[in-house]
Nanobody
Framework: VQLQASGGGLVQAGGSLRLSCAASGRVSSTQGMGWFRQAPGKEREFVAAIHWSGSNTYYIDSVKGRFTFSRDNAKNTMLLQMSSLKPEDTAVYYC????????????????????WGQGTLVTVSS
């Protein structure tokens, strides 16, 4: 399984970016997906997760109302639409895929995700 993230870049505060992540290999549409980020000098943190069906999402409080996580199961792709970006959103963003299938819940825990993308850098200037 390989995950390829893209869409990062430099944007001014208040701007928007859309991150995408394409999964290839032995991937199933029944696996949960997530986004994490790691700012300089900090540990990787959870950002958002989506149920395998796309019916449920979970966000950290700091991005609620600004970020939207969606998935296209036909294309094995996940999207993170980010709006009203703030300098504190600056980080390398990683997409992740759970090994588990048909999970009943969405998980913010790193250990729940087996496969990881290479990361894409988002820089928000003030």
């Amino acid at each position: 399984v390989q995950l390829q993230a893209s869409g990062g870049g430099l944007v001014q505060a208040g701007g928007s970016l859309r991150l995408s992540c394409a999964a290839s290999g032995r991937v199933s549409s029944t696996q949960g997906m997530g986004w994490f980020r790691q700012a300089p000098g900090k540990e990787r943190e959870f950002v958002a997760a989506i149920h395998w069906s796309g019916s449920n999402t979970y966000y950290i409080d700091s991005v609620k109302g600004r970020f939207t996580f969606s998935r296209d199961n036909a294309k094995n792709t996940m999207l993170l639409q980010m709006s009203s970006l703030k300098p504190e959103d600056t980080a390398v963003y990683y997409c992740a895929l759970s090994r588990n299938e048909y999970s009943a819940y969405v998980s913010p825990r790193r250990y729940e995700y087996t496969y990881w993308g290479q990361g894409t850098l988002v820089t928000v200037s003030s």
